[in-house]
């Protein structure tokens, strides 16, 4: 541990299930270096996790992929799971434990977070968590596209107290994501919106598109209609943003998450209003997906 590490352990993970990452507000303003963004991808669902803990903003917390975690609390805390909607369970009798409320949980204790619906579940502790490391950037964050921040969460892995609760903890309204289907998402054309062919436009508005498995945080690959370029060319290097549509030689769309590359040489032919990004973060594999202007 460093001579800055955390005197206190809150808990160990058990089975981090497909993939679970330490994740807080991430690295913003260090694109010009080639690092992304990074964080929490559900930003509404990791913040009301540290608002119900009373924690500051920028606190880390674990969000969990696809199937949920279990872990162990060596540490009396308090704690809250948001997000996807989850079926939240703790070895305690005396702990009511659910999603979008903070609960109670004594040292010694198990708490097993299964997801039902939606991709992404956030679990924040009472004062934060961080590795047995410092942060990088100014960020204890996973970030699996240049690998900076903590490793990926594994059995075994003792997360600490980071010493960030400001507030009593509070009670916002309980939500757990359940999103329509197909989602329809808002978006502004460009910058290379002029490389689609008018039939290519007309499909990108018109079209369904599916979630593929080959998802992640870096970007969300989606299967459907081919969508016709001018050209196939590589463009110059360009600068890309979270949320961005990028359209490869294939013609599939990707769009990007916050580990995204910093630049890329493909066409990026629009990008998803900033106020729903959060809703890519809960797309399952076979999720439909639609995109109009907005």
């Known amino acids: 541990m460093s001579d800055q590490g955390p005197a206190c352990q809150v808990l160990t993970v058990l089975d981090p299930g497909l993939l679970s990452t330490l994740q807080d507000a991430g690295r913003s303003g260090h694109a010009h270096l080639g690092v992304p963004p990074s964080g929490a991808m559900d930003r509404a669902g990791y913040r009301v996790a540290n608002l119900l803990v009373g924690n500051a903003i920028g606190a880390a917390c674990i969000e969990s992929t696809f199937d949920g975690l279990s872990v162990r609390f060596i540490a009396d805390c308090v704690a809250a799971v948001t997000g996807a909607a989850s079926t939240v369970s ?17 040292a010694g204790r198990t708490l097993h977070v299964r997801l039902d619906e939606g991709m992404r579940s956030y679990l924040a502790v009472r004062g934060g968590l961080r590795p047995d490391q410092n942060p990088q ?4 964050s996973t970030d699996l596209l240049s690998g900076l921040g903590p490793p990926v969460l594994t059995a075994g892995t003792a997360l600490f107290h980071a010493g960030l609760a400001i507030s009593a903890p509070a009670d916002p309204p309980p939500g757990q994501h359940r999103a329509p289907s197909p989602l329809t998402l808002p978006v502004v ?9 008018s039939a290519g436009l007309r499909t990108l ?12 945080r870096v970007g969300l690959r989606l299967t459907g209609p081919l ?15 979270t949320g961005a549509l990028q359209l490869p030689p294939h013609g ?6 916050p580990d995204h590359p910093t630049t890329g040489g493909y066409p990026v032919v629009a990008v998803v209003r900033d106020r729903v990004l959060d809703q890519l973060a809960q797309l399952r ?6 995109f109009s202007r907005g």
């Open 90 to 106: 703790c070895s305690d009798p005396n702990t009511h434990a659910s999603v979008g409320a903070a609960f109670r949980v004594r």
């Open 137 to 140: 950037l100014g960020s204890f």
């Open 189 to 197: 054309l460009g910058p290379r919106d002029d490389e689609l062919t």
């Open 205 to 216: 508005l018109t079209s369904t598109f599916t979630v593929s498995p080959e998802s992640n």
């Open 227 to 241: 969508i016709d370029r001018r050209s196939s060319a590589e463009l110059p290097s360009e600068g890309l943003v």
């Open 252 to 257: 599939e769309l990707v769009v990007f998450g």
């Open 285 to 290: 594999p076979g999720a439909l997906l639609r």
